[in-house]
């Protein structure tokens, strides 16, 4: 039973730039949220995707978005990238209605020079 | 708005002691508790959780916390702490809303440092 799986696991990337970062759920999960953790900080909340749409939202701005696709998997967005985006990108599955927790992928290292 | 309060940044315990990671949180509603423990590079493993019911909750790996309403509290602990425990520890809350399923708001993380 596979986990939560993210890639890529490590990214490099100059300010301005774009990126794509993907997740694919637990399996049996429909529910997707993610997490921005920079150096020595906890994870923040960026967004959650159920049913294809975003359903919460944290403070981050409109330059962090995302997509989920029919089979629950998700992509998370992030243009014009800032030297402030450097982070551990986490992605969490869980599923809808149950009082199960989240559970959380590896993350994926974003670095910007 | 919700936070998690983690007083302690750095921890550092003798391999076999005992072992208390505190943690406060601020919720207007009833909160869904959560442990994280984080090794380095690498993502966050459930260590336990709390909703309802019995106010000490046991975990995996032998830790165990206690939700004290009253203080705002959801302490981690460890009888007996091994070297293997040396890692990052965070404490969560989310809304408890039928599911794990919205955004949780953590803690800044206690490092827990294992002297032999």
């Known amino acids: 039973d596979a986990g939560v799986t993210q890639s890529p696991t490590h990214l490099i990337k100059t300010r301005g730039q774009q990126v794509t970062l993907r997740c694919s759920p637990k399996s049996g999960h429909d529910t997707v949220s993610w997490y921005q953790q920079a150096l020595g900080q906890g994870p923040q909340f960026i967004f959650q995707y159920y049913e294809e749409e975003e359903r919460q939202r944290g403070n981050f701005p409109d330059r962090f978005s995302g997509h989920q696709f029919p089979n629950y998997s998700s992509e998370l967005n992030v243009n014009a990238l800032l030297l402030g985006d450097s982070a551990l990108y986490l992605c969490a599955s869980s599923l809808a209605g149950a009082s199960g927790p989240q559970h959380f992928g590896d993350g994926t290292r974003l670095s910007i020079l | 708005a919700q936070s998690v309060t983690q007083p302690d940044i750095h921890i550092t315990v003798s391999e076999g002691a005992s072992l208390e990671l505190r943690c406060n949180y601020s919720?207007?509603?009833?909160?869904?508790l959560f442990w994280y423990v984080q090794s380095p590079g690498q993502g966050l493993q459930l260590l336990l959780k709390?909703?309802?019911?019995?106010?000490l909750v046991q975990g995996i790996k032998g830790f165990e916390a206690e939700f004290k309403r009253s203080q705002s509290s959801f302490n981690l602990r460890k009888p007996s702490v091994h070297w293997s425990d040396a890692a990052e520890y965070f404490c969560a809350v989310g809304p408890y809303s039928g599911g794990g399923a919205d955004g949780l708001t953590f803690g800044k993380g206690t490092h827990l440092i294992i002297q032999p």
């Open positions: 709390y909703f309802s019911g019995d106010t």
């Open positions: 919720y207007g509603a009833t909160p869904y």
